[in-house]
């Protein structure tokens, strides 16, 4: 067997690693798939005579395809809006069932929150905190030297997960609790909804959110259950400003949060927010 067909098995051997950190790094199915195509182009015109961790090899071939799509990416968002993130035209023709169930074995928020690294830094906490590669084969993907590659995850790190800071277990209550929330209206469960929420609990929208069909405002817990029941499906929880929300991001863009307010430990108020500005400038975190 000659070397381009042992290449192109350990290829299809490990193609579903590949695609795996091909996604996570580039946040869009149909984007990491054509990583891989450009990777195995690569991989293919390359002398791999000395390669012997074919796995390893590949993962840094695939690793530098994305952070020059990344880099591209992010020399476009000051272009356009609809090019930020992996935007609903570069989808086209994706399999969303497949990309949703992919969204879900990732975390949604998690892709949320990973557009908002730079391109360095988003290879660098993908490749070592997601796939556990060592900063010393990260660094010459990166260009950088193993000691920086790790300041660099460090500070992804920090971005990706927010400052606990004092009160941490209080938050994190409150993040259980719209967790809790948000499944009890995804299962339909309204008795449970109505014991979350303060009887005087308000719903509000802005313009943004109500053009994104988000609803009229709502007053009152019995009405905010009443219509939160059975819906909120595409919805999941996140830290806002370090404090616990809802996001949704069909296919990992971001369309629109819910901000909650709490009385005690119930909830006193939901905010939805689409404003474009609003949502460039809040922190997004996951616990």
């Known amino acids: 067997m000659n070397a381009d067909n042992v290449l192109a098995m350990r290829f299809e051997e490990?193609?579903?690693?590949?695609?795996?950190?091909?996604?996570?790094?580039?946040?869009?199915?149909?984007?990491?798939?054509?990583?891989?195509?450009?990777?195995?182009?690569?991989?293919?015109?390359?002398?791999?005579?000395a390669v012997e961790n074919?796995?390893?090899?590949?993962?840094?071939?695939?690793?530098?395809?994305?952070?020059?799509?990344?880099r591209s990416r992010e020399s476009r968002r000051e272009d356009s809006l609809d090019e930020h993130g992996a935007g609903f035209a570069t989808r086209i023709g994706t399999d969303p069932e497949e990309e949703a169930l992919l969204a879900d074995s990732v975390g949604m928020a998690l892709l949320v929150v990973l557009d908002k690294l730079s391109p360095t830094e988003r290879i660098a906490f993908v490749l070592h905190?997601?796939?556990?590669?060592?900063?010393?084969?990260?660094?010459?993907?990166?260009d950088r030297s193993p000691e920086t590659t790790q300041r660099i995850a460090s500070r992804a790190r920090g971005r990706v997960?927010?400052?606990?800071?004092?009160?941490?277990?209080?938050?994190?209550?409150?993040?259980?609790?719209?967790?809790?929330?948000?499944?009890?209206?995804?299962?339909?469960?309204?008795?449970?909804?109505?014991?979350?929420?303060?009887?005087?609990?308000?719903?509000?929208?802005?313009?943004?959110?109500?053009?994104?069909?988000?609803?009229?405002?709502?007053?009152?817990?019995?009405?905010?259950?009443?219509?939160?029941?059975?819906?909120?499906?595409?919805?999941?929880?996140?830290?806002?400003?370090?404090?616990?929300?809802l996001i949704l991001a069909p296919r990992g863009t971001l369309m629109l949060v819910m901000t909650i307010r709490f009385a005690g430990d119930r909830i006193a108020g939901i905010t939805a927010v689409a404003n474009e500005d609003r949502l460039s400038a809040m922190e997004l975190t996951v616990p």
């Open 161 to 245: 997960r927010g400052n606990s800071g004092t009160g941490g277990d209080d938050r994190m209550r409150r993040y259980r609790a719209v967790e809790a929330f948000l499944r009890a209206a995804q299962n339909g469960e309204f008795e449970a909804l109505l014991a979350m929420l303060d009887p005087d609990a308000t719903y509000r929208t802005d313009e943004a959110a109500r053009l994104l069909g988000a609803g009229i405002d709502l007053d009152g817990g019995r009405v905010l259950a009443e219509n939160f029941c059975g819906k909120a499906h595409i919805a999941r929880a996140i830290m806002l400003d370090g404090e616990p929300g």
């Open 129 to 142: 905190d997601l796939f556990a590669v060592p900063f010393a084969d990260i660094a010459p993907i990166l």
């Open 54 to 70: 074919a796995a390893g090899w590949l993962t840094t071939v695939v690793s530098r395809v994305c952070l020059d799509m990344l």
């Open 14 to 49: 490990h193609r579903s690693h590949l695609r795996a950190v091909a996604y996570r790094m580039l946040g869009s199915l149909i984007e990491a798939d054509d990583a891989l195509q450009m990777a195995w182009l690569k991989a293919a015109g390359a002398d791999t005579g």
